[in-house]
């Protein structure tokens, strides 16, 4: 097999692109048959690995409302003169901040130990990590530190699944469904959020442990279901393949795609797999500093570190940190309240973007979605600044309720675009070959950011209010511009196609329209930049 040949050292060049694009035209073209049917183990395959984003969503949801609980001040928080507890900034933000920190860690290991122990395994031990972890917390008493190794640890776990499980969706799902699969995993998150405003909301006015014990209690099951599930499912076909277990990957294929493991769709893809990796085999075994210098792999894995940095640079987070001081401005001061409101909006707007997904291109949803949230920033720069009386919010109810209206909408734009969408590109952008190091790289990003923004925005916010939101606004301007000129449209495309499309240098701009030859048009009429 070609995936176990050495001949000359060299990496794969751009011709080795073409030849790859003239391989592979006519199986894609026999294989469109697996965008007819969708069985349920593809769909259902999605959805338990999504959990891994569950868990992320739900522990960013549930920290946010502890600091509000009496019961917890009292453990983990510092005493006043006068005998009651609070939370200086310095303590708060890191045990808020160290989920992120670790995090950072388990992203950048995430990479390496999906292709050493495979995808499945991989996620199953980083549901152990976030298990351990929540040991951790549940057992503190009066140690805070303790409690911020914990959110440590679990950060691991978490860090690692964002790897993770978008790599395994993409390689699993069906082209016709896999920017929706990976997209849920988004969706997911925000659903975690909301269950952990809903759970705080519930416990909060309890005056023992229980208060947060048992919010952290029920996150234990969230892992305990992800690591033993995954266990159940397919591993996937893309590295079966790989590590030479061709008999499995054929079978996983057609059960992924509702056909016989005999059938030409099963064949065109096992086909294309093996062109790529025989590519592959004719260089030598991959190096790290290749994520910089293989064929086009420099455009792809800085793209990759600044759309995931991008997510983060939307303002998302910023805007959920600073929700409670909008929602002040009418009167609706509880924050447990102000959250699960920004939560449901966030919700059912990600429900929306699975939509978009499925139905948009990635290069116009993004686009939209940047030029739509740095209206909303500029709107909420301005008016919170010039217009909202910032010591008597209640004072000034036209300028809160614009504040409100103009958060949503936010919401809107980034739950249907940039939040999901992001993940999605992400894991189609690299080949299999750096796929888990280039994955790990660009999830790093985020995390470095999210740790970033959240430690952070209490000093900034403190200095110039307001007119933080004019830098989340400059940011989207700028992700307009980046999207336009250098995201290629990878919607319904294979990913030995999308590869193929960036070893032949196609225009972002022209991609939607571009065609491999061979189908009828040729390599002359394709859109390609040279």
């Not at 995808?119 to 976030?130: G, P, Q, Y």
């Not at 999901?420 to 690299?430: F, H, K, Q």
């Amino acid at each position: 097999m070609g995936i176990f040949r050495k001949d000359e050292a060299q990496s794969p060049s751009i011709d080795d692109g073409v030849s790859t694009v003239e391989k592979t035209s006519s199986s894609r073209r026999s294989s469109d048959n697996e965008d007819a049917k969708v069985p349920f183990i593809a769909i259902f395959l999605g959805l338990v690995a999504s959990i891994g984003g569950f868990m992320f969503g739900y522990e960013s949801g549930q920290i946010s409302g502890y600091f509000n609980m009496i019961n917890f001040a009292e453990h983990f928080g510092e005493q006043r003169a006068d005998g009651t507890h609070y939370f200086s900034a310095i303590r708060q933000g890191t045990i808020i901040a160290n989920l992120c920190a670790g995090a950072l860690f388990g992203s950048l290991m995430g990479g390496k130990l999906a292709d050493v122990l495979g995808r499945r395994m991989t996620i199953s031990s980083s549901a152990l990590f976030c298990m351990v972890g929540k040991i951790l917390e549940i057992a503190s008493t009066t140690h805070w530190a303790q409690f911020a190794v914990g959110r440590f640890v679990v950060g691991i776990g978490i860090g690692s699944l964002s790897v993770v499980v978008p790599m395994y969706q993409s390689e699993c799902a069906p082209k016709s469904i896999r920017g929706v699969l990976i997209s849920s995993y988004q969706l997911f998150i925000t659903l975690g959020i909301w269950t952990g405003y809903m759970i705080d909301f519930g416990t909060y006015e309890m005056t023992s442990t229980a208060a947060w014990r048992i919010p952290t209690g029920i996150s234990f099951v969230w892992a305990l279901i992800l690591g033993f599930g995954i266990l159940f499912l397919p591993e996937s076909p893309r590295y079966a393949y790989r590590v030479g277990r061709e008999d499995e990957a054929r079978l996983n294929i057609a059960k992924l795609s509702g056909v016989m493991p005999t059938s030409k769709t099963v064949n065109d893809q096992i086909n294309d797999i093996q062109v790529k990796l025989d590519e592959e085999a004719s260089a030598e075994e991959a190096k790290w500093h290749e994520v910089f210098t293989g064929p086009r792999m420099m455009y792809r894995t800085i793209l990759g570190i600044v759309l995931q940095a991008g997510q983060q640079l939307t303002g998302a987070n910023f805007l959920f940190y600073y929700g409670t001081t909008v929602f002040s401005a009418t009167g609706l001061s509880n924050s447990y309240v102000t959250q699960i409101i920004l939560g449901t909006v966030n919700v059912v707007c990600t429900i929306a973007g699975l939509w978009v997904a499925a139905k948009c291109g990635r290069r116009k949803a993004l686009m939209t979605g940047a030029a739509w949230s740095f209206m909303c920033f500029m709107v909420y720069a301005l008016v919170g600044h010039f217009c909202l009386n910032n010591e008597d919010p209640q004072s000034t109810p036209i300028a809160g309720n614009v504040l409100i209206v103009f958060s949503c909408l936010f919401i809107v734009a980034f739950a249907t675009t940039w939040g999901p969408l992001v993940w999605a590109i992400v894991a189609e952008l690299y080949p299999a070959r750096y796929r888990g190091t280039c994955m790990a790289l660009a999830t790093a990003s985020n995390w470095l950011w999210n740790f970033l923004i959240s430690f952070f925005t209490t000093s900034i916010v403190s200095a110039i209010s307001w007119l933080y939101g004019l830098v989340f606004a400059g940011c989207c301007a700028g992700l307009f511009f980046i999207v336009y000129f250098f995201v290629i449209e990878s919607k319904d495309r294979s990913l030995e196609e999308i590869d193929t499309m960036y070893l032949l240098k196609v225009d972002p701009r022209k991609s939607a329209h571009w065609t491999p030859p061979g189908t009828g048009m040729g390599i002359d009429n394709a859109e390609v930049d040279v």
